[in-house]
């Protein structure tokens, strides 16, 4: 940048030549360094999958690829940073009762399976309800990825799609999950993990083919235009999988 002044005496200009032309953009950005504290934005990456479809296997071997590189936290459907309504509601009820209720889900490999049976559709009215409740913990997610550590990654088993794509969730409008994906944190990653129904239901029968094939549509639907997103079939092993997303990534 050169900058020019008159000389009040002579009115002749003179020339100031020892000024950075980097100084705006050097001062913005040691002023978003101080304002960031040193903070770093962590990764968050989403597998999505009908029940049994491949994502806790996936993501336990993309656990081991990069523990080494990153620092990793694990989520279920929720960051957790506010309790499930639910577990607000009996706190409430029960003030005093000793009971642990705020327990951050995880899903585990060595899980036993047990053949699931939706209850009956949720109504629009309790829909509504929970969304506005739980939109909150998703918003706090915002801060939740900020970490000292340049390299931490946020996993997570499922996201705010579940309340679209499980069955008896049915009755939620369309527009209005896509409106709150708007608003919370965007997953860097988006994970569709595929496979034929039959084959799905075979490896591991927690739902009926009927059951798996719905909700493989409505992940279909709700996310197909999505930024960020990676199908990826579980024909391929567990291994290939995990790399080929570390990868995607910039894991690696």
């Not at 050097?26 to 009908?50: E, R, T, W, Y």
């Not at 990653?189 to 591991?204: F, G, M, S, T, W």
Request: glycine share 4%.
């Amino acid at each position: 940048m050169l900058s020019i002044r008159y000389n009040a005496l002579k009115k002749t200009p003179v020339k100031i030549t020892n000024i950075s032309d980097n100084f705006t953009v050097n001062f913005l950005k040691n002023l978003k360094d101080l304002l960031m504290f040193g903070f770093f934005k962590a990764k968050l990456i989403v597998f999505v999958s009908p029940d049994g479809g491949g994502k806790t296997t996936a993501i336990s071997e993309l656990r081991k690829l990069v523990m080494y590189n990153c620092k990793i936290n694990e989520r279920h459907i929720r960051f957790n940073n506010i309790p499930r309504i639910g577990q607000l509601l009996y706190r409430l009820k029960h003030p005093f009762d000793r009971k642990v209720v705020f327990v951050s889900s995880r899903s585990d490999i060595n899980t036993i399976v047990h053949k699931h049976v939706y209850d009956k559709d949720v109504p629009l009215w309790k829909i509504l309800i929970v969304l506005c409740y739980d939109v909150f913990d998703y918003l706090f997610g915002h801060l939740s990825l900020f970490s000292r550590s340049k390299n931490t990654i946020y996993i997570f088993d499922r996201y705010i799609y579940d309340y679209f794509t499980e069955k008896n969730w049915s009755n939620t409008p369309r527009w209005l999950i896509k409106t709150i994906m708007r608003l919370i944190p965007v997953p860097a990653l988006i994970v569709v993990l595929q496979n034929d129904p039959e084959v799905i239901h075979k490896r591991k029968a927690e739902l009926s083919v009927a059951d798996i094939r719905y909700t493989q549509e409505r992940i279909e639907a709700l996310l197909s235009g999505s930024q960020n997103l990676m199908r990826i079939s579980t024909l391929n092993s567990p291994e290939e999988i995990a790399k080929a997303v570390a990868y995607r990534a910039g894991l690696l």
